[in-house]
Nanobody
Framework: QVQLVESGGGSVQAGGSLRLSCAAS????????IGWFRQAPGKEREFVAAITKSGGARTYADSVQGRFTISRDNTKNTVYLQLSSLKLEDTAVYYC??????????????????WGQGTRVAVSS
């Protein structure tokens, strides 16, 4: 069973950048698809991006396409989410999550059995 820990959140001005990390332990990291989700105050958790086990394929939410980049380094058991051109509406707690399959369920938070504790991103004007 994999454990996930996010880091890299913080406060940034609109237009700025951050890099989030999701470090894994306790499992075979390359056996897991990793997704990033976010939850803003008063809103439901929403899909941001996901990456296949090898890193060969990625998918993004329309709202972040072209601004965020997901990547992974299986030698370091870590997935990254590069956030660029940040907007006020990107403010949220960001979570990474793991599951076994890369299919249409990667967009659904209920289909991920493994979750980190979250890291907060605050974008100001």
């Amino acid at each position: 069973q994999v454990q996930l820990v996010e880091s890299g959140g913080g406060s940034v001005q609109a237009g700025g950048s951050l890099r989030l990390s999701c470090a894994a332990s306790g499992g075979i990291f390359r056996d897991y698809v990793i997704g990033w989700f976010r939850q803003a105050p008063g809103k439901e958790r929403e899909f941001v991006a996901a990456i296949t086990k090898s890193g060969g394929a990625r998918t993004y939410a329309d709202s972040v396409q072209g601004r965020f980049t997901i990547s992974r380094d299986n030698t370091k058991n870590t997935v990254y989410l590069q956030l660029s051109s940040l907007k006020l509406e990107d403010t949220a707690v960001y979570y990474c999550a793991g599951r076994v399959s890369f299919d249409t369920d990667v967009y659904r938070p209920s289909e991920y059995p493994y979750w980190g504790q979250g890291t907060r991103v605050a974008v100001s004007s």
